[in-house]
């Protein structure tokens, strides 16, 4: 899967630009401020419909401006085009001149995988950012576990709203937490099945992006269920959801769940999070964020990897491996302020004037 062309219209701070590009290594190259990553974000929101740096697509509207507009060429399989239009008044997206009708439409055409400096603190961050990245990484290679999460939100939705009541009728929340538990038991067989699919190739990969002077030797993800699943999983997610129902009234909200599960990494047998070096934390980041596209075998569906501003960070040994590394992936967009690689075809931007 590749990015045949991009332009976009009064999208952030750009008025205009069009770009046709090529598989391989794409680099934008230019000062601080001059919008490299709002190039990379466009390419991003193609995917899941929405940016990996703000809530509000408002945003995404060059200031003075009314309308935005995204235009890309994808090809897969197939060539197809999607266009996004963004307003004052919500967005519309088309895929080949139809307007879409769900969103799960644009993700299961294009799959993007982005790697952001904040990342580096992935493991040290809170658990939702962990739960965001299992989430949109399996739901990109499942409708189903996508299904399955949406279902799983409208039933915690629904609990919590009783839950918010002064009074509410105890059997309709036994019921809607029953149905969440049965799908419950889905969702974390698709997370520790997904989990040890990233484990049989996360050390690959570190190998390949460490050094010599690197010292790890062992890496692994270990995930955190809010119920072990086994024989016994229903009575005991069910005696898990009893035991917190006074806080759960205390608090109005639902405290246990798989909305609040977690994983947590160890290298050479420690937790990264407490006793991994920043060095470390970013190799294993890099290495996490890259470990999808290796698990999809579909060549048509592999994803478009987006590295921004991530060479900065690197010292010259850790930036030779990572862009000997980046030859194994299909089409890769990087963001920099001075990178010279070459293999790669480079864009240079300029402030507006120079």
């Known amino acids: 899967m590749i990015v045949k062309s991009l332009t976009i219209k009064n999208f952030r701070n750009h008025s205009y630009l069009t770009y046709d590009f090529f598989d391989k290594i794409n680099v934008f190259v230019g000062d601080n401020g001059v919008g490299k990553t709002n190039i990379v974000e466009a390419i991003y929101y193609l995917s899941l419909a929405r940016s990996f740096r703000i809530q509000d697509d408002k945003e995404l509207i060059k200031k003075g401006a009314l309308q935005a507009y995204i235009d890309a060429k994808i090809f897969g399989k197939n060539l197809h085009r999607i266009e996004i239009l963004f307003s004052l008044n919500g967005r519309k997206i088309l895929i080949d001149k139809k307007p879409i009708s769900k969103l799960s439409e644009l993700s299961s055409l294009v799959n993007v995988i982005v790697f952001q400096p904040s990342d580096v603190l992935i493991f040290k961050g809170s658990p939702k950012e962990r739960r965001s990245f299992l989430n949109i990484s399996i739901s990109k290679q499942s409708n189903q576990y ?77 995930y955190l269920p809010f119920v072990e699943l086994n024989e016994n999983f229903v009575n005991n997610a069910k005696e898990c959801f009893k035991k917190s129902l006074d806080t759960d009234m205390k608090h109005k909200s639902t405290s246990v769940g798989v909305h609040r599960e977690d994983f947590f990494v160890t290298i050479n047998e420690k937790n990264i999070a407490t006793y991994g070096s920043q060095g470390e934390n970013r190799i294993l980041a890099i290495a996490l964020k890259l470990a999808p596209y290796f698990l999809i075998k579909d060549s048509d569906k592999k994803p478009i990897v987006i590295l921004d501003d991530v060479f900065s960070e690197l010292d010259k040994k850790h930036q030779n491996k990572l862009i000997k590394f980046l030859n194994n992936f299909q089409q890769v967009f990087i963001t920099a302020t001075n990178l010279q690689i070459k293999s790669a075809h480079t864009y240079f931007l300029r402030k507006k004037g120079e």
Do not use: C, H, P
Request: proline share 0%; net charge negative; hydrophobic share 40%.
């Open 146 to 222: 996508l299904q399955l999460i949406s279902d799983y939100e409208k039933l915690l939705k629904q609990r919590n709203n009783l839950l918010k009541q002064d009074s509410f009728d105890g059997d309709l929340l036994d019921v809607i937490t029953n149905m969440m538990i049965d799908i419950s038991k889905q969702i974390i067989d698709f997370r520790a099945k997904y989990i040890n699919s990233i484990n049989s190739i996360i050390e690959k990969i570190i190998n390949a992006l460490s050094s010599e002077d690197d010292n790890i030797k062992q890496a692994k993800i270990q």
